[in-house]
T-cell receptor, first 114, second 113 residues
Framework: KAGVTQTPRYLIKTRGQQVTLSCSPI?????VSWYQQTPGQGLQFLFE???????NKGNFPGRFSGRQFSNSRSEMNVSTLELGDSALYLC?????????????FGPGTRLLVL | GENVEQHPSTLSVQEGDSAVIKCTYS??????FPWYKQELGKRPQLIID?????GEKKDQRIAVTLNKTAKHFSLHITETQPEDSAVYFC????????????FGTGTRLTVIP
């Protein structure tokens, strides 16, 4: 089975712009979670989608949003970019998004905000 | 929410020696504890996980122990090899609700040949 894929792999944006990142889960997986990874804050949970519904959300401002499509692919959007949004954005997929399930990570999208 | 602390932040060992990384968590409702290895520029990869109904799990040179009473769990790597050099993250997941992981801050392990 193909692993989790993310596009694009690298992005450079300027402050105030918006960005959309895409994640394709492992075939058959219906849950997609998003994480932000920075040197200062480590890996932090953004939100999780299952069957096109956001089920859980981390402690991030409303500028961070997402959605999931009927084929389980997910996108996350960051509006009005700030310098502090520079990070590696990782998505992870699991079969049903249950608490004891293994999550498989994608390679990430590295976002640089100038 | 859950708070996971991880120590040490850096660890250097000689090839062939053992490495131990420790994590503590705050929420007694957590019951799934995975460990991820992240090499430079690569995605986190699950190396081992443990669920709260067991106290220890082993997979070749890697083992994880869990003490639910003390709310801590540890990763043990024996006979370390240079390819074990990476950043290791522990995480915890609550029993109820969705499966969002709470991560520790990571341990950079360097195995010196």
């Amino acid at each position: 089975k193909a692993g989790v894929t993310q596009t694009p792999r690298y992005l450079i944006k300027t402050r105030g712009q918006q960005v959309t990142l895409s994640c394709s889960p492992i075939s058959g997986h219906r849950s997609v979670s998003w994480y932000q990874q920075t040197p200062g804050q480590g890996l932090q949970f953004l939100f999780e989608y299952f069957s096109e519904t956001q089920r859980n959300k981390g402690n991030f401002p409303g500028r961070f949003s997402g959605r999931q499509f009927s084929n389980s692919r997910s996108e996350m959007n960051v509006s009005t970019l700030e310098l502090g949004d520079s990070a590696l954005y990782l998505c992870a997929s699991s079969l049903l998004g249950l608490a004891l399930e293994t999550q498989y990570f994608g390679p990430g999208t590295r976002l640089l905000v100038l | 929410g859950e708070n996971v602390e991880q120590h040490p932040s850096t660890l250097s060992v000689q090839e062939g020696d053992s490495a131990v990384i420790k994590c503590t968590y705050s929420d007694s409702a957590s019951n799934y504890f995975p460990w991820y290895k992240q090499e430079l520029g690569k995605r986190p990869q699950l190396i081992i996980d443990i669920r709260s109904n067991v106290g220890e799990k082993k997979d070749q040179r890697i083992a994880v122990t869990l003490n639910k009473t003390a709310k801590h769990f540890s990763l043990h790597i024996t006979e370390t090899q240079p390819e074990d050099s990476a950043v290791y993250f522990c995480a915890a997941s609550l029993q109820t609700g969705a499966n969002n992981l709470f991560f520790g801050t990571g341990t950079r392990l360097t195995v010196i040949p």
